[in-house]
């Protein structure tokens, strides 16, 4: 930190800390609102009663905890996979000097662009063999055209003596993807990480496409039909007793809060990774 | 720009390592970046280029029973309809205008928040600010929908407290002057602190060392700013500004859809609202694919656009 | 985790699956029948079934169904439950059952037909008559059950109103799950009306009364002017329609056929006297000034908080509604009523009067005799015992027998593992009038009252059986922009003339052509 600081430089701070501090505030009360609600018993601003029923109501089915162990595994095995094969194929599209590297993102930017919709792709994924599996919910989005186009980015930010003075001491492609690129890359994997651990925690759609077995359901879908049952927007299957009292604007907010929670917690993890001087330690070691 | 570590390599192209070898020699030393680049080729070629003969279901009238090759073909049919529909220039100016604001304010706000969260140099009060911000994005967008109403409906908590002061009802929610910023105040709302986040990570990689020797050369905040911190991530924006113009013409579809009512349907209906009421939930499968195809194509030609233009200005854009 | 200990467990997993697959294999062998195919994962015919019909004279095996159903419950039961066990026995099926969210159904619909991997038994549900459908009708992808029907005892006594509007060209591809033909109901805050001393309402202007009193009169007693009359959502989501009231009022139901040409409603005077009441309910601000933008659980809150006392549903969520008011006014008691009379009498608009169909594909169900035999299953489900099973549970879990009545002592339980996964998607024809008695709520016993009485004075949308082109393809377009004008006027944006101008332009942008081709459709059929 430096020592002196000029007087301008601090109304600085002081501008950018209460901005900031606003910012956060507005960003978070709305989250406290539906984290309150999902404790009351009726929906309002200042909740007077408290009551954990719509958490109980949730965790009654028995699928809970199962579906909640398929989102885990896939979100986490799936964002693996996603960040490897995306990396790799960054990698080698960040070396201007690779013949073919053109046509190829060519390639990925035609996919980013157009798309085959919903049938034909659900025919792939029936082709490879995966209706009813949990790669339908990885595989399918395994790489997105753009992540990895602004990776590729990423990875030819990383300066070239770099990886020449990696090259000097023997190393060859391989070597260099492994102790430099990646290495000095650790914010962009963090970022793209979660991009894609949020993207495969929050499917939904392809789930109901692809899974039609109900005990593979991730944990979206389980807490998609609570609300749908809770809320009584039913029709013709509604039958609740007289016997049954739950509160459904409270299940609808916890139903929120148990399925942001989860994924909300993997930030701060990711966070220090985004620390500044990653490059200036290694440019000096 | 010669100060960053960036720059440098700026100049690759004029030291050509592997001199004058044939291309089978190159492309024999390059032999392990194509190892690296198989798993991602195969990904696109299985599951998103062979499915690609969908586009051309604009040109029929697809019917899941009957397939793609029994289905019949019709031209330009669906494209007609699209642009004969009195609504068409509607939902162009709609969509088009959304898209801009959308690139024209959202996108510069994360980078301006994402270079005042650069400048917080106490690590604990940072880490505490980008976790809140980054927050709302979990929310979906039907409860960002009813947050809003809870303000600013007619009687929401912004009219009321505007009753207090002996202001008018205002009908936010029904205007069609308020629909558009209000959709981009929930975006800002949302995905601000998100949109921030790729950018930290660029941010992140700013060498520090060119920090430490202008502050030697007494260097304001400001200058530092604007000469070594935006140049740094001077590319990741630009190839983002350009992957958003492919994408151009996609507005999130859900947001705009629960903000819709008849009184703002006017301003408010684009391209993915009309199809997901008139093609999708109808089962109009070619249709749907033919706007698709619509936008996709005004995507490339914004992406092929901006990309001349972003080689133009000496970057590499992202072909 | 030690690996030795690993390594151990595999290897008895590795021979309990060997142990399994030889006594899979065994079993098999010893009983497949190859006649009645694809039997090759059932259990062990039972040997203690007693219910078995007695035309039956050796025990064949159980017919194996496959099911694509939509599901709007929590839990998707185990296969194994005693329910599913006891429907199985009863039927001789061994049951295969798909669920998907109601909500996604059609999509998940959509790439089955597609893709032709479809089971025995695939329901179609939601708007009926989506293009992919009837294409898929025209291409015979199903099977046309209409022939054999009348085979059935309990399916041949559904309505034939039923059958027409569920038919295409003709034919039944689907058996329809049958519900109140009419069925919408005002539900309404019987303790409020009893506070501000009205009666039920019988007719239109009464209704308004009470809507006003419910505004003015501090039904819930808080001393505060914050309740009003009705939570209305959006026109086109949730209603009341315009057109509820406008039938109250004599229109026709959306079509009236008038010397073979068809006539749509939003140009009768009484469907503009309809628009006029809601408009009128609107500015005397007995419905929510936002009633436009509410979505459903918006509109269903307002109820539930106590803050509008009654709210447009179908009568059988009543209770429903009854049950979430209660829980935090706890002596709130609920009732409803269906139909408003006016000067013209009392009439109550009509609807499809069943739920969706459920279609038998020609490439799962391949020969005649397997489609009567998955017809028969549908029909013992309204047998009296599997009425029983699907209407009270099984005895001494979800319900108990007092005084030879049926009393459900676990409504949840019940809704969870019955109602949901079994009753609401699979039962085909009404089971109120069969089931044995109960002691019920007295809301459940006005339900039926209700939709019985309903029946009496239904107008039915001629429309309903016939298919029009240009609505498949372009209907939902064309009736925005009836909806959108209704809105307006209700909220005073626009006057008469400017909303009839907006009626003349849909019926030149598409609404002719549509009545053309109902009236083609009608004097072909």
Known sequence: MPIHEGFLSRLADILIYTILGLASAFAILPFIYVLVNSFSANETVFPTEFTLDAYRYILSTDKFIRSMGVSIYITVLGSVLSLVVTSFMAYALSNRKVPGRQPVLMLVLFTILFSGGMIPTYFVVRAVGMIDTYWALMIPGLLSGFYLIVMKDFFQNVPDELKEAAEIDGCHEVGIFFRVVLPLSLPAMAAFGLFYAVGLWNQ?????????????????????????????????????????????????????????????????????????GVLLGSVKG | ??????????????????????????????????????????????????????????????????????????????FERLFQSVDFWKLFRNTFLLAFYNLAIYFPITIVLALILNEVRHETYKRFVQTLVYIPHFLSWVVVAGITYLLMGSEGLINQAGQLIGQGRIDFLYSTDWFRPIIMLQIIWKDGGWGTIILLAALAGVNMSLYEAAKIDGASRMRMMWHITLPSIRSVIIILLILRLGNFMDLGFEQI??????????????????????????????????????????????????????????????? | ????????????????????????????????????????????????????????????????????????????????????????????????????????YQDKLSVLIASGDMPMVVASYGAPKQSYLLSAFKNDVFWDISPYIQEFPNLSKLNDTIFENVAYDGKVYGLPRERPIARNAFIYRADWLAKVGLEEPKTLEEFYTMLKAFKEQDPDGNGKDDTYGMSMGAIGGSGPEPQAYAVFMGAPNVWSVEDGSFVRDVFKPEYLEGLKFQKRLYDEQLIHPDFSIMDRPQMEGEFENSKAGVIYNTTNVALSYEARVMATVPDAKVSFFSILGTDKGEFVAGAMGSNGILMFPKTSVKTEDDLKRILTYFDQLADQEMADLLSWGIEGEHSKIVDGKYEMVDQEAFDNEVGFPYKWPMRAVDLEPIKTEGNVNPLLLKELEVTENNKNYVVNNPANPLISDTFTERGVELEQIIKDADVKFVMGRIDEAQWKKEMDKWWSSGGETIAKEYEAALAGG
């Open chain 1, 204 to 276: 939904y759609f392809s789930a109901i496409i692809y899974i039609n077995d109900s005990n593979k359901w991730p944990v979206q879908v389980l807490l998609q039909q609570v609300v749908v049952q809770a809320s009584g927007s039913i029709g013709d299957s509604a039958s609740m007793g007289e016997n049954v009292s739950f509160y459904g604007q409270s299940v609808r907010m916890a139903v929120i809060i148990v399925s942001t929670v989860p994924i909300l917690c993997v930030y701060p993890f990711l966070q220090k990774h985004f620390a500044k």
């Open chain 2, 1 to 78: 720009m010669k100060t960053g570590a960036i720059a440098v390599e700026k100049g690759t192209p004029g030291k050509a390592p592997f001199p004058s070898s044939s291309l089978r020699k190159r492309a024999w030393k390059a032999r392990w970046y194509y190892v690296f680049m198989i798993p991602g080729i195969l990904y696109f070629l299985i599951f998103k280029i062979a499915p690609m003969w969908g586009v051309l279901m604009s040109f029929q009238d697809y019917q899941p029973s009957l397939g793609m090759l029994k289905s019949d073909w019709v031209g330009f049919k669906h």
């Open chain 2, 257 to 319: 859809y629960l903000m819709l009512n008849p009184l703002n349907r006017e301003v408010g209906e684009v391209f993915d609202t009309y199809v997901f009421r008139v093609g999708i939930q109808q089962g109009q499968f070619s249709y749907s694919a033919a706007v698709g195809l619509f936008k996709s194509v005004i995507g490339l030609v914004l992406v092929w656009l901006a990309n001349k233009l972003a080689k133009k200005f000496g970057e590499e854009g992202i072909y």
């Open chain 3, 1 to 104: 985790m030690v690996r030795t200990k690993l390594g151990k467990k595999r290897g008895q997993v590795s021979i309990s699956i060997l142990l399994a697959m030889t006594l899979i294999g065994s079993g098999c062998s010893s009983t497949n029948t190859p006649t009645t195919g694809g039997t090759t994962n059932d259990p062990p015919a039972p040997s203690t079934n007693t219910e078995q019909k007695p035309d039956v004279t050796e025990p064949e095996q159980p017919f194996k169904i496959t099911m694509s159903l939509n599901f709007d419950g929590k839990d998707i039961p185990k296969p194994d439950n005693p329910v599913q066990k006891a429907i199985e026995e009863y039927t001789n099926t061994s049951l295969e059952l798909q669920y998907t969210p109601g909500a996604q």
